[in-house]
């Protein structure tokens, strides 16, 4: 009995130094944790270049600010801690998105990280290699679809939601007089998942607004002439386009257009038309042409406006752009803070079971790890893109395109 009550003081003891010598590890380690380190990967060159500076700048933005206000406060350490960013340019390609999120993870040892760019050229494959080592990926920029089909349990996606991006197409166009709705529509569509994605989704809602598509076209991906199908398209008698295409062939295709004589009431181009660089490429002639966004700076959200004049300043433009992604690392912040940890699988809870405010509006992620905002859409006049949606949001209204001998 004495050998048996012996034995249980020992295991006490034992377990009480472990207990000790845990806590007094905990300790040194909150301590020791002088800062939150986010990755991040993004395309600094290739063809997501333009789109990545923004981002870049936008990141950046948000950690001067987080740490101009001290920090973040994490329970787990009590004390404050600053955030450092390190970044990785992924030059636009999804091999090497893949293997610098990896890096991020084996060798920088990151905290957290911060979304990529462009669905399955960045994003998706960030996302299934952070997946493969259990790190927390707060993303933006991927369909929903695209993100639902991995089943992510260490992913979050905060993004616009192609149906409602093609449904603003729609009644954006039906806000113009009745006698100005594009009667005879054409999609012209690059030849990727994403301009196949979107112009499925585009003829698949066409009716539920009134339309339909009587053309849908091929944009190869460096084609410098779309002269065929201009041709074709005016020969179909169509009077308006969607068009879905990098920034070089969007200018191509607009050039073309009043090389030919061709006139349209609407022109929505998604993804292409919206850079500054479109309408430096065209001057005057991209008036009246429509670009969807992210963001704008006329959004009267807390810092909107703040955010957008900052960018001005930095960079002689407006952007669409740089308040979604300041908006995610705003999320990411608050998330940390509510968690209360670094803990990855306890960072992500957090993100779905708090509503957060942004500079580009409220953020309430469902059970699966989604938050939508709506897309916005712009109307380019005199170099400024002028917002015409959402409509309660707008500052403008939508004005139809003059044929191009009236302008």
Sequence with gaps: M??????????????????????????ARAKDKKEILIGTHMPLSGLGAFTGEEQKWAYEQAVADINKAGGIYVKEYGKKLPVRLYEIDDESNPTKA????????????????????????GV?????????????YHGAVI?????????????????????????????????????DHPKRPALFLEDTFDGKTIGNVMESLAPKFGYKFVLRLTMPMGAKDFTSQILKAKGAKVD??????????????????KENR????????????????????????????LCDGFWSIDYPY???????ERFYKDFGRYSTNVGMYYAVAQILWQAIEKAGTLDDLKVRQAVLDNKFETVNGPADYDERGIALFPLGDNQWFNGKRRNIYPFDLAKYKIMVIPPWDKR
Excluded at 4 to 27: A, E, H, N
Excluded at 98 to 121: F, H, N, P, T, Y
């Design 143 to 179: 369909w929903v679809p695209q993100f639902l089909q991995q089943h992510f349990k260490y992913c979050t996606m905060y993004f616009m939601d192609p149906g409602q991006g093609a449904a603003m197409v729609f009644e954006v166009w039906n806000s113009l007089p009745e006698k």
């Design 2 to 27: 004495m050998k048996k009550t012996t034995k249980i003081v020992f295991l006490l003891t034992c377990l009480f130094f472990l207990s000790s010598l845990f806590f007094t590890m905990q300790q």
């Design 240 to 257: 308006g386009i969607f068009c879905m295409s990098n920034v070089p062939e969007a200018v191509t295709l607009v050039r073309q257009m």
């Design 98 to 121: 893949a293997a610098a999120v990896e890096r991020l993870i084996k060798r920088v040892k990151v905290d957290l990280i911060l979304s990529g760019q462009v669905g399955a050229m």
């Design 262 to 289: 061709f006139s349209v009431k609407a022109f929505q181009g998604f993804k292409g038309t919206w850079p500054s660089n479109f309408y430096k490429s065209l001057g005057k002639d991209a008036d009246y042409i």
């Design 124 to 136: 998706l494959p960030g996302m299934i290699t952070a997946e493969k080592y259990h790190k927390y």
């Design 302 to 308: 807390k810092g909107a406006k703040e955010l957008g």
